[in-house]
């Protein structure tokens, strides 16, 4: 019988991913806010009312896309033991991924066109389960790399099926 008792994982996403995570959230918040006083701009009769609602809508986008990031950073955690890969994510709901090394079927590293520019990537471990992947983001590439070379030798040794 085992006594593991679940816990944090030990490790948090690269320093880079709060920048990398902020351009992504300003990439979308930017046309909500835009949209917001452009369409008081042009579709009303610019009550000041309106206007401070549509301000104070706009300032909380570009607020939620700086503050949001680094909430993220501070609770997100992933770790890989011989045994599992462990991921835990959520401001208000936690949600803990355990994948045992039997049932790894695919691992994957994905960089995108901003993640290279911050030298991030993720690596995804597909796993015989309806729950679906696990993702660990926001890793430095070459860190990525070796965990993705890692993770196949490890699974590679370990007896099971993967189904």
């Known amino acids: 019988m085992s006594t593991t008792s679940l ?52 300032v909380g986008c570009l607020v939620l896309a700086v503050v949001a990031p680094r909430a993220s950073y501070q609770v997100e955690r992933w770790e890989v033991t011989e045994e599992a890969v462990y991921t835990r994510k959520g401001w208000l709901t936690h949600t803990w991924k355990v994948a045992p090394m039997s049932r790894i079927q695919r691992i994957d590293t994905a960089r995108g066109p901003v993640q290279r520019w911050f030298g991030l990537a993720d690596v995804t471990v597909t796993t015989a389960s309806s729950a679906g992947a696990i993702k660990i983001e926001a890793l430095d590439h070459t860190l990525a790399a070796d965990l993705a070379e890692r993770l196949t030798a490890i699974t590679q040794a370990t007896p099971g099926d993967a189904t």
């Open 7 to 58: 816990r944090p994982p030990r490790h948090q996403a690269d320093p880079r991913a709060i920048p990398w995570w902020t351009v992504q959230w300003l990439i979308l918040m930017v046309p909500v806010a835009a949209g917001a006083v452009v369409s008081y701009w042009v579709f009303t009769d610019r009550p000041v009312w309106l206007g401070m609602v549509v301000a104070a809508f706009a």
